[in-house]
């Protein structure tokens, strides 16, 4: 049995103990992966993959491409060169199975691109940041615009909510004389007076 596997932008038309070299995936030698997205399997074509199919493979090791040289000469007098290498990091790895369905039952983690994995990590602290993002947006709502206060920029207005002040009735209410969180000026705090009331 056969299957075509897409992969890194590629597909590849595999068997049971083929080995591959595929753009560089996230795991170790010894790991095993699986890839779900699957063009075919035999003779069964999917649309736009097989549902339930995946393709197992035993990851062999990390190595590097052939090295390509990159040569550009401007012609004429005075004109410059450069040459430039490059090694594409690919992975090595031994198909073990194809699966034509239980693929979300096999318990093998999925093959992701190692670039994958850089956006993946970006991506992750993100949830974590929106609720984060979320509370003072949630407070931001029924907070006043302090930057409508001359003299009090952007920077100054996220130290000043930082130190808890986000309304002009807060700014109106500090004691310049004994607030250290922030350098909080006296104009701030009768412009703020004014605004209020």
Not at 186 to 195: C, H, I, S
Request: avoid cysteine; charged fraction near 25%; glycine fraction near 8%.
């Amino acid at each position: 049995m056969f299957a075509v596997l897409k992969t890194g932008g590629k597909q590849y038309k595999v068997q049971s103990g083929d080995v591959l070299r595929v753009e560089k995936l996230a795991a170790e030698a010894g790991e095993k992966v699986q890839f779900n997205e699957i063009l075919m399997v035999g003779a069964t074509v999917g649309a736009p993959t097989v549902d339930g199919a995946a393709v197992q493979a035993e990851v062999i090791e990390q190595i590097k491409g052939p090295k390509t040289i990159n040569f550009v000469k401007r012609r004429r007098k005075h004109s410059s060169k450069r040459t430039k290498g490059h090694r594409q990091q690919l992975t090595l790895l031994r198909v073990t199975e194809i699966l034509e369905s239980g693929a979300d039952k096999s318990g093998v983690k999925a093959a992701v691109g190692a670039a994958s994995v850089a956006s993946l990590a970006a991506a992750a602290p993100a949830p974590k940041a929106a609720k984060k993002a979320a509370a003072p947006a949630a407070a931001a709502s029924a907070a006043d615009d302090l930057t409508k206060i001359n003299g009090v920029g952007p920077a100054a207005a996220k130290k000043l909510a930082e130190a808890g002040i986000t309304t002009f009735a807060q700014l109106a209410a500090i004691d310049v004389d004994s607030f250290d969180a922030v350098k909080v000026k006296a104009e701030w705090v009768e412009q703020a007076k004014e605004l209020v009331g």
